[in-house]
């Protein structure tokens, strides 16, 4: 399993975990944007435990979901790495859509 090629794999990558509220919320936020995201389950025993532990060295964070865009972690659905990253605060600042249409180029 390769962590680049999946981050790298579409425009938005968003991780998620079967059953998780905030995973369910963040896709809905992107799509209602209509931008597309590819999303990627990590609740499988051995794919999914592989993944996770990848994305914890990357990032540092267990919490899901896992956003990235143009292979860059933006956070999880109200957080991120940076005060003004999470997918809600990003698309209310336009953010998101900025960053999202910078990877199309």
């Known amino acids: 399993m390769d962590l680049q ?13 079967q059953g998780c509220k905030a995973c369910k919320q963040a896709v809905k936020e992107i799509k209602q944007e209509d931008i597309h995201c590819k999303v990627v389950d990590c609740s499988g025993k051995k794919y999914g435990e592989q993944i996770r532990e990848a994305l914890s060295e990357a990032t540092g964070q267990t919490n899901f979901p896992s956003v990235w865009i143009g292979g860059k972690y933006v956070g999880s659905l109200e957080e991120g790495p940076e005060s003004w990253m999470g997918v809600v605060p990003m698309i209310n600042s336009g953010k998101f859509q900025q960053l999202v249409a910078s990877t199309r180029r």
């Not at 090629?5 to 975990?17: A, G, H, K, P, R």
């Open 5 to 17: 090629s999946l981050i790298t794999s579409d425009s938005v990558v968003v991780f998620t975990l």
